[in-house]
């Protein structure tokens, strides 16, 4: 390297910096003038539909070499300090400090947020539907357990809509005060995740007993401290909690993904990659669920979810929770629910918000 070369480089970075900043201040100033315009028009800060067309926005700006997740997660960070700028922002989450869903909150809206951890996931829709907290997330599908059944009882009642989703890839990892694995004798996790590492625990931890916790989380706080006993949960939880991480990424299947979904008032603009979920029940006769699922079909209007789920106060009687491509205010999604409403007993649209990236 010649002399002088790497100082030189530096002194590069070093004023690229210095323009970074400035630009920073300069953006947020106009961030602020936007808060008080919408202040002045009763608009609220938080726009899931506005947000997702500025990341789209940013994905085509992007030549490289920065990665387009890169990218991302910088913006991720500057647009949620220029919204606390305008209003610091509310989110209501299930679970503990460092649970998955305290994770997938973060990841959609930033550390800047305020966040409002919530014992069970009826308290994140009470405390979001009396006006508490302006945002709540929790979690509704994971792509091995299946459908979170509260959350579904709950979109049947709540007058809040979805407003956006959140997809969070689900890692484990095997966290303890102590150093090594060594002497772990017992492990601690949620009843879900211990089956979701079976193998890698047989493998690894062949001897050890496992123990139920009520969350991930809440095995991370079980075992501080204790140098015979670990838990599996995020590294998130680790850095948190002030344990070791003795092994990432020990789940069996990776595909284990959760579905999230962020819930409040209002409605999302169509951005042009939208989803809408809804319910519906149809009559007792043959052929009534195809018939409503027709409407669908002649539009050519994509279902990405259809799942049955039993009425609790009438035996043997169902829902049917469906998500599909399109926003409500889409012409062919304006036409098919019109259509559906003369063929089911019960109609409820939960929402259109924008589609997560990079899934259906």
Same mark, same amino acid.
């Given at each position: 390297?010649?002399?002088?070369?790497? *100082? %030189?480089?530096?002194?590069?970075?070093?004023?690229?910096?210095?323009?970074?900043?400035?630009?920073? %201040? *300069?953006?947020?100033?106009?961030?602020?003038?936007?808060?008080?315009?919408?202040?002045?028009?009763?608009? *609220?800060?938080?726009?899931?539909?506005?947000?997702?067309?500025?990341?789209?926005?940013?994905?085509?700006?992007?030549?490289?070499?920065?990665?387009?997740?890169?990218?991302?997660?910088?913006?991720?960070?500057?647009?949620?300090?220029?919204?606390?700028?305008?209003?610091? /922002?509310?989110?209501?989450?299930?679970?503990?400090?460092?649970?998955?869903?305290?994770?997938?909150?973060?990841?959609?809206?930033?550390?800047?947020?305020?966040?409002?951890?919530?014992?069970?996931?009826?308290?994140?829709?009470?405390?979001?539907?009396?006006?508490?907290?302006?945002?709540?997330?929790?979690?509704?599908?994971?792509?091995?357990?299946?459908?979170? %059944?509260?959350?579904?009882?709950?979109?049947?009642?709540?007058?809040?809509?979805?407003?956006?989703?959140?997809?969070?890839?689900?890692?484990?990892?095997?966290? $303890? $005060?102590?150093?090594?694995?060594?002497?772990?004798?017992?492990?601690?996790?949620?009843?879900?995740?211990?089956?979701?590492?079976?193998?890698?625990?047989?493998?690894?931890?062949?001897?050890?007993?496992?123990?139920?916790?009520?969350?991930?989380?809440?095995?991370?706080?079980?075992?501080?401290?204790?140098?015979?006993?670990?838990?599996?949960?995020?590294?998130?939880?680790?850095?948190?909690?002030?344990?070791?991480?003795?092994?990432?990424?020990?789940?069996?299947?990776?595909? %284990?993904?959760?579905?999230?979904?962020?819930?409040?008032?209002?409605?999302?603009?169509?951005?042009?990659?939208?989803?809408? $979920?809804?319910?519906?029940?149809?009559?007792?006769?043959?052929?009534?669920?195809?018939?409503?699922?027709?409407?669908?079909?002649?539009?050519?209007?994509?279902?990405?979810?259809?799942?049955?789920?039993?009425?609790?106060?009438?035996?043997? *009687?169902?829902?049917?929770?469906?998500?599909?491509?399109?926003?409500?205010?889409?012409?062919?999604?304006?036409?098919?629910?019109?259509?559906?409403?003369?063929? /089911?007993?019960?109609?409820?649209?939960?929402?259109?918000?924008?589609?997560?990236?990079?899934?259906?």
């Amino acid at each position: 390297m010649k002399p002088g070369r790497l *100082e %030189n480089l530096r002194k590069t970075i070093k004023e690229k910096d210095r323009d970074i900043i400035r630009l920073l %201040n *300069e953006r947020a100033q106009i961030s602020v003038q936007i808060g008080k315009v919408k202040g002045e028009g009763g608009i *609220e800060v938080y726009d899931p539909a506005q947000e997702a067309k500025v990341y789209g926005y940013l994905q085509e700006l992007n030549p490289g070499p920065l990665p387009r997740d890169a990218v991302m997660s910088i913006f991720r960070e500057i647009i949620s300090a220029s919204r606390s700028l305008q209003k610091p /922002t509310a989110i209501a989450f299930f679970g503990a400090e460092a649970s998955f869903t305290h994770l997938a909150a973060r990841l959609h809206f930033g550390d800047s947020s305020r966040y409002f951890p919530q014992p069970r996931i009826d308290r994140v829709f009470d405390e979001v539907e009396k006006g508490s907290i302006d945002w709540g997330v929790v979690p509704v599908e994971n792509s091995l357990e299946g459908s979170v %059944n509260i959350t579904l009882d709950r979109l049947i009642t709540t007058a809040l809509n979805i407003r956006a989703e959140v997809f969070l890839r689900i890692s484990q990892c095997l966290i $303890s $005060s102590a150093k090594s694995m060594t002497d772990i004798k017992k492990i601690y996790s949620h009843p879900h995740a211990l089956p979701q590492c079976q193998v890698w625990l047989r493998t690894n931890l062949p001897n050890c007993t496992l123990g139920e916790a009520e969350s991930t989380a809440a095995a991370a706080r079980m075992v501080r401290g204790k140098k015979n006993e670990a838990a599996i949960g995020s590294a998130l939880a680790a850095q948190i909690y002030g344990l070791n991480l003795l092994a990432e990424g020990i789940e069996d299947s990776s595909s %284990n993904m959760t579905r999230f979904l962020v819930m409040g008032r209002g409605e999302s603009n169509s951005t042009g990659d939208d989803k809408t $979920s809804l319910i519906f029940a149809t009559p007792h006769s043959p052929g009534s669920l195809h018939r409503a699922l027709s409407s669908f079909a002649r539009r050519r209007i994509n279902l990405t979810k259809i799942e049955s789920h039993p009425v609790k106060e009438r035996l043997w *009687e169902y829902l049917f929770f469906v998500d599909m491509l399109g926003h409500i205010k889409d012409k062919p999604i304006k036409s098919c629910l019109q259509e559906l409403k003369e063929k /089911t007993t019960f109609l409820k649209i939960l929402g259109s918000y924008p589609k997560a990236e990079g899934r259906i």
